[in-house]
């Protein structure tokens, strides 16, 4: 009679309501994402909700420009740069162009120094603060239109309600519907991971191994591209890395990874780290030949240089995986090329990757945001769309050295993403500039100053 008594139907119907919720949740998510992600297929729902989202953004950004002329507002549209482009010269031509502007005397007839070339470099120096080209490659790239995430454009303000209730709309679905279900694939991704390249460590070494290795590892990564709704154009597909080649791409993002690896397996390069890390690389290890190193071995390059050698030399194995860059850049550009992977001797397969910022900022700032901040601002952008290249392979050319033949392979990333080749180092993100690069401009003008005086004495 107690139990008849504290009997409460809604409690129940609440219960089946939820059981009913779940299996529902879940059938969608097997029958329209996980199932498609296992034969890799696509049903064209992310393709129509790009095109919905690009026609949503249109209709806004024309919204807050109708709104601006009526108020008397001025939209700037973002620059490129502070200061106009130019033709490169040389410093020797620079400061004859000083010298002949200061004075009616000849470069040929000057003294080894002028107080006029302190002007050129002043110059140069007036013209790196104003037009940063490292330091504004570490922040979010600023938009032309209005993407209904933060307003990364400043001149974006509130212009009528009906703008702001879309964009509180736009909160609710990213944050109640794409969120939950971005988290769910993500979770489901990363542990099918886990369960399966464990469960295939334990099978023999042969070929059938290596083909369940790479079916899951595809398998897998799919999900996980999925869990950022993330659309990819992949161009040139004859150009793919094949094994015993080393792999390299410019970085904007540890998405790189999910992105390159769903359409072809890769051994993976990296520190070993602890925690759920850890465990994930662990589990990968035991399916596939990656390539993890202690902390103490890193900054051993004869090692790493050497283990790397080894995994080119084995032509049964998969092509490695590398971001010379060394750290993320904004997707504006493509800095400096780490030489250590150009010294293996190995055929090398460019791949140049370009995100659209319209959906969603895919630059890590790894100095502002945390990994788990990161993801969770990914999973709750709109989606990320970006297209892929892969370019034809490259050698190292006879009398090429490392350094050059990097800076080849960077200058065809950069041309093919449409990207500015920059020669800077991508650790100056952290640290200061290198002695290196003062004493280069030091010996430029020295070299030019003593050529002066072995001119005259000549004459």
């Not at 369960?195 to 460590?201: A, E, N, P, R």
């Not at 449409?418 to 690069?437: H, N, P, S």
Request: hydrophobic share 40%.
């Amino acid at each position: 009679m107690d139990s008849l008594a504290n009997f409460n139907p809604f409690d129940n119907l609440l219960c089946i309501l939820l059981g009913i919720s779940f299996t529902v949740w879940f059938t969608l998510l097997l029958v329209f994402i996980i199932v498609p992600a296992i034969f890799g297929v696509s049903f064209g729902i992310r393709q129509l909700y790009m095109k919905t989202l690009l026609k949503i953004f249109e209709w806004a950004t024309h919204r807050i420009e109708r709104g601006a002329k009526d108020n008397n507002h001025l939209l700037y549209k973002p620059y490129s740069n502070a200061i106009i482009a130019k033709e490169p010269t040389s410093l020797e031509e620079e400061i004859k162009e000083i010298r002949r502007s200061g004075s009616n005397r000849d470069l040929d007839h000057a003294s080894e120094f002028e107080m006029s070339d302190i002007f050129y470099f002043c110059r140069q120096g007036v013209e790196s603060i104003m037009d940063d080209e490292v330091t504004k490659r570490f922040s979010a790239e600023e938009l032309e239109s209005w993407n209904l995430l933060t307003r990364s454009n400043y001149n974006f303000q509130h212009i009528s309600l009906r703008l702001t209730v879309l964009w509180g709309l736009g909160v609710v679905i990213r944050y109640g519907f794409l969120l939950p279900l971005r988290v769910t694939l993500a979770f489901t991704g990363v542990g099918l991971l886990v369960v399966l390249t464990s469960i295939i460590g334990f099978l023999p070494n042969g070929r059938m191994k290596n083909f369940l290795s790479e079916q899951v590892h595809l398998m897998c990564y799919r999900i996980c591209v999925r869990a950022l709704t993330a659309i990819i154009t992949y161009h040139d597909s004859e150009n793919k890395p094949k094994n015993g080649g080393i792999c390299v791409a410019n970085h904007t993002s540890p998405i790189d990874v999910i992105i390159l690896a769903s359409d072809g397996c890769y051994a993976m390069v990296g520190q070993i780290h602890g925690g759920l890390m850890g465990v994930i690389q662990k589990s990968m290890v035991k399916a596939c030949p990656h390539i993890w190193f202690e902390r103490s071995e890193v900054k051993d390059r004869h090692l790493v240089a050497k283990r790397l050698s080894d995994h080119v030399e084995d032509k049964t194995k998969l092509p490695i995986l590398i971001f010379p860059e060394g750290t993320c850049i904004n997707n504006t550009s493509v800095m400096m090329f780490k030489k250590g992977s150009f010294e293996i001797g190995s055929t090398v397969y460019p791949v140049a990757i370009k995100y659209d910022p319209r959906f969603g900022d895919a630059f890590w700032n790894s100095s502002q945001f945390g990994m788990v901040n990161y993801l969770l601002r990914m999973m709750s952008s709109w989606a990320i769309v970006c297209s892929v290249w892969y370019l034809p392979p490259m050698t190292r050319e006879e009398g090429e050295d490392a350094v050059q033949f990097a800076n080849r392979v960077k200058a065809a990333i950069a041309r093919q993403g449409g990207l500015v080749d920059l020669l800077w180092d991508g650790g100056l993100k952290r640290g200061k500039v290198k002695d290196t690069f003062k004493e280069e401009q030091q010996k430029l003008y020295s070299k030019m100053l003593v050529g002066t005086q072995e001119d005259r004495s000549r004459s």
